[in-house]
Antibody, heavy 114, light 114 residues
Framework: EVQLVESGGGLVQPGGSLRLSCEAS????????MSWVRQAPGKGLEWVSV???????YYADSVKGRFTISRDNSKNTLYLQMNNLRAEDTAVYYC????????WGQGTLVTVSS | DIVMTQSPDSLAVSLGERATINCKSS????????????LAWYQQKPGHPPKLLIY???TRESGVPDRFSGSGSGTEFTLTISSLQAEDVALYYC??????????FGQGTKVEIK
């Protein structure tokens, strides 16, 4: 059974940093497209970033230069390093596998507020 | 970037009646070399991650009831629920995954019982 479990969310001040993790089981992170998708409170889905099996990475314009997606193959874990956080980054962040996304994590809430 | 626009934003349908959601892309998501439309539909219930319903515009994901169907090509697509059930109350999103990212979502359509 495939499971994606996110962690690392929380409350952070504007300008601060957080690193989100997504541990996968029943599934190999390095062999698939792995994405982060976020959802601001009461809003729709926003694609954030993807890392290909090749290691190529892409970002939404709204996070480019501030967020970095990566993975640790030995831990079968996906990461999202988020720097210089803004209030508008407040959202539930979902780890998502493949394309179209057939497996989603339960999400981790990031709140950016002073 | 490809902009996805759904209509309506919300709709109320009687139990057992048909629900139709439209999705329009700002440019074609039909890849001519394989004749596939890079368009997916997701269902999201409150407090849960999205669930993949349809991919390649019209292919139902395994386990999805056959009352859900997708149609369309190029820039205009439709998700139809042929006979609305109480458990279908949710938000529905289309997403294009054509070419390189960003893989954008529509703004969502809320389906309720009339």
């Amino acid at each position: 059974e495939v499971q994606l479990v996110e962690s690392g969310g929380g409350l952070v001040q504007p300008g601060g940093s957080l690193r989100l993790s997504c541990e996968a089981s029943g599934f190999t992170v390095s062999s698939n497209y792995m994405s982060w998708v976020r959802q601001a409170p009461g809003k729709g889905l926003e694609w954030v970033s993807v890392i290909y099996s090749s290691g190529n990475t892409y970002y939404a314009d709204s996070v480019k230069g501030r967020f970095t997606i990566s993975r640790d193959n030995s831990k079968n874990t996906l990461y999202l390093q988020m720097n210089n956080l803004r209030a508008e980054d407040t959202a539930v962040y979902y780890c998502a596998s493949r394309l179209p996304v057939d497996y989603w994590g339960q999400g981790t809430l990031v709140t950016v507020s002073s | 970037d490809i902009v996805m626009t759904q209509s309506p934003d919300s709709l109320a349908v009687s139990l057992g009646e048909r629900a139709t959601i439209n999705c329009k892309s700002s440019q074609s998501v039909l890849y001519s070399s394989n004749n596939k439309n890079y368009l997916a539909w997701y269902q999201q219930k409150p407090g849960h991650p999205p669930k993949l319903l349809i991919y390649w515009a019209s292919t139902r994901e395994s386990g999805v009831p056959d009352r859900f169907s997708g149609s369309g090509s190029g820039t205009e697509f439709t998700l139809t629920i042929s006979s609305l059930q109480a458990e279908d109350v949710a938000l529905y999103y289309c997403q294009q995954y054509y070419s390189t990212p960003p893989w954008t979502f529509g703004q969502g359509t809320k389906v309720e019982i009339k």
